[in-house]
């Protein structure tokens, strides 16, 4: 399994972007994922997960109203959209996999569910 993350970048405050990830040599329609990001000197963090079908979502508080989850099965692609971006929003984000296939529940929340990782995509907010 290998995920590649792209789509970041410097955008200035309240701008948007759309990240992506594809998924190569995965079956990747029946996994829920994730999203992640981790500032400098800090823990990284979840930031959204959505299962397999696109129907339940789950999103940290901080990203509530701002951030959305979608993905495309056929192009084995996860996408997080940030809207009216935020200097704490700078971060290197990560999509992220878990081992198992299965329905989204509070575990998706946690980054020890998943076992794969993308290599990170750098979001850099300016004021």
């Known amino acids: 399994v290998q995920l590649q993350a792209s789509g970041g970048g410097l955008v200035q405050v309240g701008g948007s972007l759309r990240l992506s990830c594809v998924a190569y040599?995965?079956?990747?329609?029946?996994?829920?994922m994730g999203w992640f990001r981790q500032a400098p000197g800090k823990e990284r963090e979840f930031v959204a997960a959505?299962?397999?079908?696109?129907?339940?979502?789950y999103y940290a508080d901080s990203g509530k109203g701002r951030f959305t989850i979608s993905r495309d099965n056929a192009k084995k692609t996860v996408y997080l959209q940030i809207n009216n971006l935020k200097p704490e929003d700078t971060a290197v984000y990560y999509c992220?996999?878990?081992?198992?296939?299965?329905?989204?529940?509070?575990?998706?929340?946690?980054?020890?569910?998943?076992?794969?990782w993308g290599q990170g995509t750098q979001v850099t907010v300016s004021s």
């Open positions: 992220a996999r878990p081992l198992m296939a299965g329905s989204i529940s509070w575990c998706s929340l946690m980054k020890y569910e998943y076992v794969y």
């Open positions: 959505l299962n397999w079908s696109g129907s339940s979502m």
């Open positions: 040599r995965d079956t990747f329609s029946r996994y829920t």
